[in-house]
């Protein structure tokens, strides 16, 4: 499995960014997918996840801002992110787990492939 992450960029305090993340795979719709993110120096932190089935989880960091989607026919998944601020900034990284569910998603630890990040700033 390869996966593909691209829509980072350099944008304002307060604007919206949508990332996406294309998987190489021909069961796209059995795997959970998630979104991390990693600030320099810092950890890597869990953003959002959704399963095979469509339940999405969220880190408490992004809740009510940001939303991930998948669009199976496409092989992808989107983080749409909106009212950013500048600690958003980090590398975001889409990740691909085989058939799991539940709060196992929003740990880095469930997922089996990681894509090669995309870069997101945030300027103030």
């Known amino acids: 499995v390869q996966l593909q992450a691209s829509g980072g960029g350099l944008v304002q305090a307060g604007d919206s960014l949508r990332l996406s993340c294309v998987a190489s795979?021909?069961?796209?719709?059995?795997?959970?997918m998630g979104w991390f993110r990693q600030a320099p120096g810092k950890e890597r932190e869990f953003i959002a996840a959704?399963?095979?089935?469509?339940?999405?989880y969220y880190g408490d960091s992004v809740k009510g801002r940001f939303t991930i989607s998948r669009d199976n026919a496409k092989n992808t998944v989107y983080l749409q992110m909106s009212s950013l601020k500048p600690e958003d900034t980090a590398v975001y990284y889409c990740?691909?787990?085989?058939?799991?569910?539940?709060?196992?998603?929003?740990?880095?630890?469930?997922?089996?492939?990681w894509g090669q990040g995309t870069l997101v700033t945030v300027s103030s």
């Open positions: 795979v021909r069961t796209f719709s059995s795997y959970a």
């Open positions: 959704i399963t095979w089935s469509g339940s999405a």
């Open positions: 990740a691909a787990a085989y058939s799991r569910s539940g709060v196992a998603v929003r740990s880095a630890r469930t997922y089996d492939y």
